[in-house]
């Protein structure tokens, strides 16, 4: 560990890793080594990271469960902030839950389960945390994570804690305020009791029969186009794109809109399917395919 990762870690209550392979903290299972890579375990080890940052001047990025991130195969030059368990605490009291962003949202689904609920169902089978899912906007088509929340608590990268309304978090389809303004989710609160029943057995159902599951994917790649009477997955599937391969990444045969890893496929393979795709789908339909996936640089978010 270098002067400066032991600087920081001489002020964390949480970790410090340096050169921390960032395939092993993605659902791709792709991407190089992190110069710093910090487990937060208190919100004030996130100022005081973030403190680090603004006085070196490092690219920064904050990771959830790293189910919709592609790294670059060499790495980043910066810090990752990763929240998870360490500040994953879930309290419900009368219709209101608080869950830290660290929390992943199977425990959120499962917390809400156990008071006889099945409002939160509708998330099931969506691998991320919740902050990740408050900053995508996480849901499916018939509802999204912003039905349910009704507060979130969020850092400036000046160090500042803010609370917002869910109206003033401008969600909209896979996109939030926090994205915009590259806030840090620190929690959610949500309400209970509001939303409808879900059929959770029957939404498993659908996941399993449309999507790859159990092979490393980011789940889907590209945004549903608006104004267009298709699905991002539908028009790359209708240009022939399904089971097209670079390296040891393919366009899922099940899901045209989810890309696999099939074996050391790197970040280069799966940037250049996402290439080819944008340039099919644009020449066959005229649609200009937008990405959901983040996609990281090497040295900035
Ligand atoms: C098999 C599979 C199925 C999926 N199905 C769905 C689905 O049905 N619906 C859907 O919406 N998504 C789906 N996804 C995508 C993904 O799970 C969601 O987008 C999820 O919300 C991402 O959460 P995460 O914690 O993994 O975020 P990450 O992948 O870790 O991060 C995603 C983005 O959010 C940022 N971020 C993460 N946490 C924070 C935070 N606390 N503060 C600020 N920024 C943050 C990251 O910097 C990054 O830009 C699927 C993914 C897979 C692999």
């Known amino acids: 560990m270098n002067e400066s990762a032991r600087e920081l870690q001489s002020r964390l209550r949480g970790l410090v890793k340096t050169h921390e392979p960032l395939a092993r903290h993605t659902s ?15 919100v004030d080890d996130i100022l005081e990271t973030l403190d680090f940052v603004r006085d070196r001047g490092l690219p920064w990025i904050v990771l959830g469960n790293g ?30 839950v608080r869950a830290q962003a660290g929390a992943s949202l199977a425990a959120l689904i499962s ?11 509708f998330l099931v089978g969506i691998p991320g945390s919740v902050g990740g ?13 912003s039905d349910v929340v009704t507060r979130v608590g969020a850092l400036t990268f000046d160090g500042k804690f803010i609370t917002l309304k869910a109206e003033e978090c401008r969600f909209g389809y896979r996109a939030s305020r926090f994205q915009e303004e590259r806030l840090i989710v620190i929690e959610g609160e949500f309400a209970l009791g509001r939303g409808k029943a879900w059929d959770r057995e029957e939404l498993l159902r659908r996941r399993k029969e449309r999507q790859p599951l159990g092979v490393p994917s980011p789940g889907c790649v590209f945004r549903n186009p608006v104004g267009v009477n298709a699905t991002a997955g539908q028009l790359l599937d209708w240009a022939g794109l399904k089971g097209l391969r670079v390296g040891g990444a393919r366009i899922s045969p099940k899901h045209a809109n ?20 944008r340039s099919v789908v644009l020449k066959y339909w005229g649609v200009e395919l937008k990405l959901e996936l983040a996609v990281v640089e090497t040295c900035g978010a």
Do not use: C, H, W
Not at 111 to 121: E, H, I, K, T, Y
């Open 133 to 145: 899912a408050l900053v995508m906007n996480a849901g499916i088509p018939e509802g999204t994570i």
């Open 28 to 42: 791709l299972r792709i991407g190089g080594p992190a110069d710093y890579f910090v487990i937060p375990a208190s």
């Open 258 to 277: 989810f890309i696999v890893n099939e074996g050391g496929a790197t970040s280069r393979d799966v940037l250049q399917l996402i290439d080819i795709a």
């Open 111 to 121: 917390q809400v389960r156990a008071r006889g609920l099945r409002d939160f169902d």
């Open 67 to 96: 189910t919709n991130v592609l790294f670059p195969d060499e790495g980043y030059r910066g810090v990752i902030i990763k929240l998870g368990p360490s500040l994953g605490r879930i309290e419900i009291s009368g219709d209101r």
